[in-house]
């Protein structure tokens, strides 16, 4: 099983296209399912950095950090998934309404002895119309997409990276923010009363502190960044990168935005719907005949159409 | 390879390429030195002190001297450690310099009086050390910088004798047999002599800051006072104690890993341990618990309340 049906890709809707293409596309999605997998794992470790600091219990952290992970891993298959339209396509004339493909096929209005053919003649009918258009597929790759969709795209994920490249950091900087902590800690001590002393820096009897030896995040965040200085923002635009990369390659390389399995998925649909159509046409054609076949005799009074029951 | 393959190969190439990054930080960041573990303490330091300068600036802003006759105004400029020049306006009016006098002819004959002195100098020395303030703040200056420029400037002025009845200004003479000049101000070796200061012989805070003229005690309080009014997060105390030159007195901080942790006396009451800092000295190896002298004996915290 190839890694890319993790995010739902099924190869075998490929299977008309040549041998190459089809090992190059599988290739690009199961590269973009491990590629969210990392990231989902970068998200699940962050948050088990930050419940760590909060609640100070390891199946509470690990456990919220799986969530999480998963979380993100589902959001951005979402976001993958959603990516893939066709604008751009010719076939998005044809995918956002399938009248016109019936159209252009004559499938409108077909002669009753249409109707006689078994329901595998029709599929194959089905199934040729699908592949006249494939030929008839042209991409314009600069075709404009919606902007405030990929905006708000870019910003949640912009915003996570964010997030949990400071979780990241802590876990990678945590000996020397507890350095940085027990110096404070010593200048506080001359002052017992202080609030930070008592409250953030001293640890209670039956919770001692893990990983980080505070009971506060922004002060955890202020050891890092002023530790850190300028090297903080780096490391933030590292990780913010390794979140951005997926969803630059969703809508900008041209090997997933008009890829292969893009067009092939909306032909395998066009082609279900299609096939579909005619099979309810052939039935309700059937259906229509043995209707008027009936003799039916129509009371108004009674409301009831009965069939045969005429008298002599 | 088509430029469509190149793009989804060259990104992918980039984000393992990041990951094994991060993972190469993850593994060798303490080598790297890319975290400065002091930072972070100095910091909070600065920013809680900062936080306190500003709740007194508003509170100083009520009462404000605008009468200019009634002033008395001084520029002071001096090197700091750091090797900066820091440069202070300020001024003091003058029935604060007189009331200040008259405290301390009043004041005990001992080392209370320095308790009388601080209490009463606190109101008339509120404009210098607002000009202070704005340096640390407009410099940016940390608290360990702040103490120095603090310090280095009640250690500019040259060395006076300071004396009462009990031992002239002509009785004075110091080891190499040369003695003083009778002038009461701030003159190089082999420096100038106050005499008839009582009833301690120290002058008052605001006296060194209108006259610039004094000896151990005198420039030791006037230092302590300023730290004091900061208000910066640290404890300052006088210190007194003896050394090979005889009775001596000094400043006392109460500050976390200072640079030298030679001299220093415990508060035996509150545990704090204050370190001496000479301020009749005006070199860089003068600093905080430097050991400027051989010999440290009987060294005492007098606390100031």
Redo the contacts between chains.
Sequence with gaps: MPLSSQIGIDPKIMEKLPTDLIKRQVYIYNSLTLMLFVVGLISAVSATVYSLILFHQWFLAIGIGIFIGALVFNLYRLFLMTGLDLKGSTLDYYYTKHENHYQEHNFYGLPGTAYQHADEILKGWAAGAKDQLRDKIHTNPSQPRNMFTIAVRVFVMALLGVIFANGLEILMFSQQINVSMAQLKDLLQQQPNDWTYKYILTPSADEPFILINANSLLLTFDALAAGLGKWKLIIDILVLSIYMIPLILIYRSPEIRHGAYVQELALHEINKTTYHYLITQKYCYTFSLQVKEMSLYFNKHSHEARKNLTTN | MT???K??NV??I??WA??A??II??IV??DWG????????R???FDDSMNKIAVQEEENKKTEESDDSALIKRTWQWKSFDGKTYSLRFSIPKREYESSKMVRLKSQPNHSCWNEMFNHDRKGLRNMVEGYRNIIKEQQLDYMQALQMVVSSAQNFEYTYVTNNTQPCRKIKDILGNKPSTDCKSQPYPHGCCDNVEPFAVYSPIEYAVNGAGDCDTKSLFAMAILKCLNMG??AEMLFGEVEAGHHAMLGV?V??PPHRNLYANDLRTG?RYYAWECTQRNDNADLGAPVWRMFKNWRVHPIR
């Design positions: 430029n469509e393959k793009y989804f990104s992918q980039f984000f990041l990951i990054l991060l930080l993850f960041k303490s890319l975290f400065n573990e002091g930072k972070f303490s910091q909070y330091l640290f404890d109460c976390p890993n704090k």
